[in-house]
């Protein structure tokens, strides 16, 4: 697959049903984005003159005029009316780690004085309404940055993302995606962040680009994000107050049959299940949203999405939004989708890998290493800055997916672990191994071996010149970076804005030091092949192709100077570095301000997630749990007394057994309990955030754990007539 943009447009998508015979069938060519203001859609709604002015703003970084977007205004609200649309609004994506919006009527009153006042209609939208929305910043988390007495805050529309519209039955309503920010122009987002260092990148890769290409006019990322999720029946999730206000289990004892049989991975995917993805599907398709792939995932229950890639401002407004159309259509097929990190103890998490590359503006992936990578001097220059990149910022890249979900799965012999580390494969490996001793190889031919199995009916066929390695955090896999370590119900831009940010710094400090080498008979080649060399020392540090769950990987990443951040608290500090503060200042993505915000709100929200679980599991426990048992105790107590009644009480040994059992376990419970409550309140008794989070994560965490042992091994003796509280076996295997 391609890492540039592709759209399948003569595939069938069967929107009236599967009868080919149905006249309301249509082709994706038909249904593909036709509720999405795209370019194309765009072209019909305004002049040619307007419309390469947008192209100029989007595609050349070039500035919108205001008469430009009264143009829009015009054309966007006529394409809207005949969809049938009524409201409008922009839609933005706050720190809550949700989008928000608000929606707007394009009805407006008009009073004519002359005839008495007489209320006339218009259906209206200006450029003014277009381009700047006003709201309330201290409503959402901001860091400090705005107060209830200072809470002017703003967003903006962002015309480089196509306007959609979403339906519900109620309406239908114009989708504008903007970016927020404060009064005083703080970011108080993820997508602001993301436009700049996507600008940055931009300048730096194209300048480096026209070492090679002066007819390159700019260079932009491309991301293909892959969604995992559980579907869970609803009737089940009801019934659990975890699951409803968490996302995932806070406990819940083993079921006998999990994923050990290893069949559930691309599997035959239940109908229910299909007749949900198909509908989601499909309404992704009018959105614009290029969806291609689906199967079964490890887990019982377990599923995925993934789209062609794109543009990543593009790709990432596009996963928030079909994370919200799964939400929304699961419910009208009885099931609750599950993004989080870790919803079942045990089994595997959610990730949500982000497939990364550099594309050029006459489409050319700079990660690419075409047949013979040992002399592709583009190819090898993007790669080895990047590879250098990550070495330098490891730590920030790693903090850049730190949550307190995702702590549960990165490291958990499921995911990648804490240590950020590139796997490039051998072949690569060899490659750069010869690059970094004899600089470019142009007699060194990539032989693509092939697999042949000896049966005239089986076609043979070629091999990928590396292997997967699925326990590293950023593999190389043919001609794009994978980042694993992005959680399942994060939002991309973060990631996103980190990565792009150190790649943008390095390529510009690689052009300052091709530049400042004074040394008259190099040529530009020789020049920049002497600079890569000097990286390979460092590079080779963040290369590893091993299994990142060792204990030996631990003990060799300390040696190589490698940070391992196991938990949020820790990892979160890299954000204030002195070496990230100048990071993000010199590509200007961030000032310290910002970054000191973005910080408390990252950390503020890990402590309240925390606190929420220890708040509800110890709920459940006595409001659950604990009578559950007890009842189970009266129930055997009465037993025995009956038994005894008869003169059969040596018969009954086995019942005191098990009530000693219970009781033990109760008193267990009640112990944890105890100490649970105390060390929450030790750790927000203290007033330093940091120290609170770390508290929370190395003295709260452990007891919540210890909790849900006791819990577990309780509902697992206790008589599941009493136990209310569904089980592993009916959330993930009844569907």
């Given at each position: ?53 947008i192209?100029?703003?989007i ?17 966007l ?10 409201h ?21 009153p ?8 007489e ?44 306007a ?10 114009l ?9 005083t ?9 993301l436009?700049?260092a ?88 009018k959105l ?21 890639y ?42 949500k ?27 090898l ?15 920030i ?13 990165l490291?958990a012999n ?14 690569l ?10 600089g ?9 071996e ?32 994978e ?22 710094d ?12 004074t ?15 000097r ?19 631990e003990k060799?990443?300390?040696n ?8 949020t ?7 204030l ?11 200007q993505?961030f ?14 929200n ?5 606190r ?19 009842e ?30 219970i ?10 309990l ?15 955030i ?18 849900r ?27």
């Amino acid at each position: 697959m391609s890492n540039t943009p592709q759209f399948v447009d003569e595939a069938i998508v069967p929107v009236g049903g599967d009868d080919p015979s149905n006249p309301e069938q249509r082709r994706i060519s038909d249904v593909f984005r036709e509720n999405s203001f795209s370019l194309n859609n765009l072209e019909e709604y305004v002049t040619e003159t307007t419309y390469e002015k947008i192209k100029g703003v989007i595609l050349k970084q070039q500035q919108m005029e205001i008469s430009t977007a009264e143009h829009i205004a015009e054309g966007l609200i006529k394409w809207a009316l005949t969809k049938g649309v009524t409201h409008y609004t922009h839609w933005f994506q706050p720190l809550t780690g949700a989008t928000a919006e608000k929606h707007d009527a394009f009805f407006k009153p008009s009073f004519d004085l002359e005839v008495n006042l007489e209320v006339r209609a218009i259906e209206s939208l200006s450029a003014s309404q277009l381009v700047r929305q006003e709201t309330d910043g201290s409503s959402f988390p901001s860091g400090g940055l705005r107060e209830t007495h200072a809470a002017r805050s703003y967003t903006i529309w962002d015309p480089s993302s196509p306007a959609f519209i979403l339906e519900t039955r109620n309406g239908k309503t114009l989708y504008i995606p903007a970016v927020f920010i404060s009064y005083t122009g703080e970011a108080l987002d993820y997508k602001l962040p993301l436009l700049k260092a996507n600008h940055a990148l931009n300048v730096a890769a194209t300048a480096v680009c026209q070492y090679f290409d002066k007819n390159v006019q700019h260079v932009f990322s491309t991301l293909g994000w892959e969604q995992e999720y559980f579907l869970v029946d609803e009737a089940f999730v009801n019934r659990r107050p975890d699951l409803l206000l968490t996302g995932r289990t806070l406990f819940g004892g083993k079921s006998a049959r999990g994923q050990q049989m290893d069949d559930h991975y691309f599997g035959s995917i239940p109908a229910r299940v299909q007749d949900f993805m198909k509908e989601f599907e499909v309404e992704a398709l009018k959105l614009g949203i290029p969806i291609v792939t689906r199967h079964n995932e490890v887990a019982p229950s377990q599923y995925e999405c993934a789209p062609m890639y794109e543009e990543t401002n593009v790709s990432v407004d596009h996963n928030n939004l079909i994370m919200h159309l799964m939400r929304e259509i699961a419910i009208k097929h009885k099931f609750r989708v599950l993004f989080e990190e870790k919803p079942f103890a045990g089994l595997n998490g959610n990730g949500k890998h982000n497939n990364w590359s550099m594309a050029t503006s006459n489409r050319i992936n700079l990660c690419d290493p075409g047949e013979d990578p040992g002399s592709n001097l583009l190819f090898l220059t993007f790669f080895i800055n990047t590879l250098k990149a990550i070495h330098d910022n490891a730590d920030i890249l790693r903090a850049s997916v730190a949550s307190e979900g995702n702590d549960h799965r990165l490291g958990a012999n499921e995911a990648p672990p804490a240590i950020i580390s590139v796997y490039i494969g051998s072949f690569l490996e060899q490659v750069l191994a010869e690059f970094k001793n004899s600089g470019l190889a142009p007699t060194h031919k990539t032989e693509i071996e092939t697999i042949n199995l000896g049966l005239s009916k089986i076609a043979a066929i070629k091999k990928d010149q590396t292997d997967r390695n699925r326990t590293s955090p950023f593999p190389f896999t043919d001609n794009r970076f994978e980042f694993r370590a992005v959680g399942g119900a994060m939002n991309c831009a973060a990631p996103m804005t980190a990565l792009n940010t150190m790649v943008a710094d390095q390529l510009q400090a690689f052009k300052q030091e091709v530049e400042s080498q004074t040394a008259d008979n190099k040529n530009i080649e020789a020049k920049i092949i002497t600079v890569l060399q000097r990286y390979m020392d460092d590079v080779e540090k963040i290369v590893f192709d091993g299994d990142g769950y060792s204990e030996e990987w631990e003990k060799e990443a300390r040696n190589r100077g490698l940070s391992n951040n196991k938990t949020t608290p820790v990892a979160l500090k890299a954000m204030l570095s002195e070496k990230s503060i100048k990071l993000f200042d010199r590509q200007q993505v961030f000032s310290e301000q910002e970054l000191r915000s973005r910080y408390e709100v990252f950390i503020h929200n890990y402590i309240n997630k925390v606190r929420i679980d220890t708040d509800l599991l110890q709920e459940i426990s006595n409001t659950f749990v604990i009578p559950a048992a007890s009842e189970h105790i009266c129930k055997i107590s009465e037993s025995y007394r009956s038994l005894k009644e008869m003169g059969i009480e040596d018969q009954a040994k086995g019942l005191v057994m098990n009530v000693k059992e219970i009781a033990g376990l109760l008193e267990e419970l009640r112990d944890c309990l105890s100490r649970l409550k105390k060390a929450k309140g030790e750790a927000d008794g203290i007033g330093d955030i940091g120290r609170c989070a770390e508290a929370y994560a190395d003295n709260v965490k452990p007891l919540l754990g210890e909790v849900r042992l006791a819990v577990d091994a309780l509902e697992s003796v206790v008589d599941h007539k009493l136990w209310q509280l569904p089980k592993y076996r009916e959330l993930l295997f009844i569907r």
